[in-house]
């Protein structure tokens, strides 16, 4: 996509600079009494001698507060929200399986109660790995998702933490229609919060608290920082510990609350 648009840039240059050539000579031929095919040797001439205007590129802004525009926005920002927003749905999973009696069944067999959770876990986190939103973005898209290292560490943290949103989810609403309704419309309101639907620079000081009251908003802010201001994994490292953070509490209530389920009768 790059090359192409390289490619593109560097053939209209050059279009343009000889078409101001032969402007040039038309105009000539207008406003004197001397030909076309001898004004234009004068203008390719002229040309030659004139030295070229130097052009220097200089990166402004090199500590943005906010994600690049175009794809590169909305890519990782719907990864953000997607990833959270299908977990909580997710959630229902949970809820049939512990309404069909697979769970009693399962544990008739010698399995125990911490095996099946891990079970469950494991489950929910390779389901929430947005990969196919990673590579469509990147081959599709020319979204980059800057370094690798930092990139994929963000987004293994982020589906931890939509893997913890997903089992809490799963053991708190009571049927999988309040689990299929209620859990989107939680995600929606704090991926608006977490700046997944705009910057957070741009909305008041007070909304801004609010919003890094979501895991969103950490999230959003370590994109920033490794898209926008081209940070590895030490710049981002307190992020992901706030991030680790929401994981643990998430992945121990759902943890919890599942194995209370599991083992009352």
């Known amino acids: 996509m790059e090359n192409s648009q390289a490619t593109v840039t ?18 000539a031929t207008t406003h004197s009494s001397r030909g076309f095919a001898e004004n234009l040797a004068t203008a390719r001439s002229l040309q030659r001698q004139t030295p070229l205007v130097p052009v220097r590129t200089v990166v402004v802004n090199s500590k943005s507060n906010i994600l690049p525009v175009g794809y590169s926005y909305s890519a990782p920002t719907m ?8 977990a909580l749905a997710g959630g229902a999973a949970i809820i049939q399986t512990r309404r069909y009696g697979v769970f009693a069944r399962a544990l008739a067999a010698p399995i125990r109660p911490r095996d099946l959770i891990m079970g469950e876990a494991l489950c929910y986190l390779a389901l929430a790995l947005p990969l196919l939103i990673v590579g469509v973005g990147a081959v599709l898209f020319g979204v980059s998702w800057g370094n690798p290292w930092a990139a994929a560490a963000l987004v293994g943290m982020w589906a931890l933490v939509g893997t913890g949103a997903g089992m809490v989810s799963g053991t708190l609403f009571r049927t999988p229609e309040q689990a299929s309704a209620i859990g989107p419309a939680v995600g929606i309101a704090f991926a608006m919060l977490g700046g997944c639907m705009w910057p957070l620079e741009i909305v008041p000081q007070s909304v801004r608290l609010a919003g890094h009251a979501t895991p969103h908003a950490w999230a959003v802010d370590a994109w920033v920082t490794v898209l926008s201001r081209g940070g590895g994994l030490v710049e981002i490292a307190g992020y992901l510990a706030i ?4 994981a643990v509490v998430l992945l121990a209530i759902a943890s919890l609350r599942l194995r209370r389920s599991l083992v009352t009768p």
């Open 243 to 246: 991030l680790a953070g929401y």
């Open 10 to 27: 560097s053939i209209t240059s050059v279009v343009a600079r000889h078409g101001a050539t032969v402007q040039a000579a038309l105009f």
């Open 79 to 86: 990864l953000v929200l997607f990833v959270f927003l299908n």
